[in-house]
């Protein structure tokens, strides 16, 4: 029994050499896989530290053009005011232009009315000179008329004058002749 028990240990003792050297060669490659994962990851968080440096740069850079992009907005929206100011002004501008544009047609056609009423009045005062005209001359005639008359009037008048003293010593004439004729009558 001695035998069968040293076998029996023996037996263990091969099967736990063989266990721990199965152990070994097992730890010896879960080491290796170990490091191979290690450096696996080691290299995946290099590789991710060089991205994340990579989209630190970029984050940095796309900040840099946000932060002009956004001084880039505020100047439009800036200028968008003044455009809009512009804009509303310019509408105003356009109201007054188009009142200003009615004013100037209604101005144009009052223009046009007053042309047709000095073509009128042209007409009417060149008509009217010809009748001043003829007034003028009929004026001038009728005063020839009246200096002629006047003329004529003195004329009579002295004739008249000498027909009055003729007819006065006429008269007086045929009283002396009635009177001589009388007195030698009466003689």
Not at 114 to 125: A, H, V
Not at 136 to 164: A, P
Request: hydrophobic fraction near 40%.
């Amino acid at each position: 029994m001695q035998e069968i028990t040293h076998t029996k240990h023996q037996f263990y003792f091969e099967i736990a050499k063989d266990s721990y050297a199965m152990a070994l060669e097992l730890n010896e490659k879960a080491i290796e896989i170990a490091k191979a994962e290690k450096r696996i990851k080691e290299e995946i968080i290099k590789e991710q530290k060089e991205k994340i440096e990579v989209l630190n740069l970029t984050i940095k850079e796309k900040s840099a053009v946000i932060t002009s992009k956004e001084s880039e907005l505020a100047e439009i929206e800036e200028e968008l005011g003044v455009i809009k100011r512009d804009f509303e002004s310019l509408e105003g501008c356009q109201s007054q232009y188009d009142k200003l544009s009615i004013a100037f047609t209604l101005c144009k056609s009052i223009n046009i009315d007053k042309n047709t009423l000095i073509f009128s009045l042209n007409e009417k005062y060149d008509a009217q000179l010809v009748i001043s005209i003829s007034y003028e001359d009929m004026y001038k005639s009728i005063q020839g008329v009246l200096v002629i008359r006047d003329k004529q009037v003195k004329e009579l008048e002295k004739i008249n004058k000498r027909l009055r003293f003729s007819s006065g010593l006429k008269s007086g004439l045929a009283v002396v002749l009635a009177g001589l004729i009388v007195y030698n009558m009466v003689k």
